[in-house]
């Protein structure tokens, strides 16, 4: 099973990026995704969930109204858009799979992606 996030990348403050994260080895058609990120010295946090269908989405507060994520099913796909970014944005990106929809530790998820890195200079 395999998580393989792309995308990330240096941008000015203001801007935007499109993370993306292929799923292969399993389906993970009904089961929550979602985004954590990390910077140096900090825990992980659960930025984004999206549930099955997309019928449910989860967003860490300060990214509301700038994030969204997306999943494509049938592309075994997950995105997140990403914009009018910020400096405090900058982190490392980890697509994730299989766990709550909110209020999400990394304990809760199975699969982990590898990480991309997203740099956002002011």
């Known amino acids: 099973v395999q998580l393989q996030a792309s995308g990330g990348g240096l941008v000015q403050a203001g801007g935007s990026l499109r993370l993306s994260c292929l799923a292969s080895?399993?389906?993970?058609?009904?089961?929550?995704m979602g985004w954590f990120r990390q910077t140096p010295g900090k825990e992980r946090e659960f930025v984004a969930g999206i549930s099955w269908n997309g019928g449910g989405r989860y967003y860490l507060d300060s990214v509301k109204g700038r994030f969204i994520i997306t999943r494509d099913n049938g592309r075994n796909t997950l995105y997140l858009q990403m914009n009018s970014l910020k400096p405090e944005d900058t982190a490392v990106y980890y697509c994730?799979?299989?766990?709550?929809?909110?209020?999400?530790?990394?304990?809760?998820?199975?699969?982990w992606g590898q990480g991309t890195q997203v740099t956002v200079s002011s």
């Open positions: 994730v799979g299989h766990g709550p929809l909110a209020g999400a530790t990394p304990a809760d998820y199975n699969y």
């Open positions: 080895g399993r389906s993970f058609g009904t089961d929550t």
